[in-house]
């Protein structure tokens, strides 16, 4: 999630861009069909990633409690392309079984209650479809804070309202035990163990 009324600095963009180019290891085809953005951002930055990347979306529906106003028009050439204004408290408005591709690039660090989340994220996935998270490791949390509150790097807002920090162990608790058997999972750490990336796929 990003917040437009905070401009971002340079060294937001170049982190995030990290964190999206950890998802293309796992994105198999260059056609993909509907992916579910959580977290888009005010301006739906991971479909603009795709398409510099030269990968073909069929549907894309970005989800985020802090969306520009005329995000519709500023992907109007763009097919198929939905935004959805949320505050990702406990559901996700979208058909089970309807989407081949969720992301979540820092965004679970800011949502209450990330494991009601993370259920509706599996009810959503179509089987054979697949789910992609980062957030934030405990060690990395003294770090984000200089950046941004003495070296000015990052935007101090970003760091406070991060509330979570995350471990393989506690990203995995996410999943419900119910639902265990429904998914295959995947985690690694990068950014030298300073961001996790946990991958769901579905059985």
Known sequence: MNDSTHPEKITDRYLRRLRFDQSIRYLTDKKIGTIVDIGCGSVGYYLNYLI????????????????????????QPIKNTRFISSMLDSTLELESNSADLVVGFSVLEHIQYPDKIMKEVIRIMKPGGRAIFSAPTPSAKS???IMANQLQLISPHTVKRQPQYFTKETMLRLIPPQLTEEVVIMHHYFEFGLNNLFVLYKK
């Open 52 to 75: 510099d990347k030269r990968y073909s979306v069929n549907e894309y529906i970005g989800i985020d409690p802090l969306l520009n106003p005329d995000i519709d028009q500023l992907h």
């Open 143 to 145: 770090i984000l804070e």
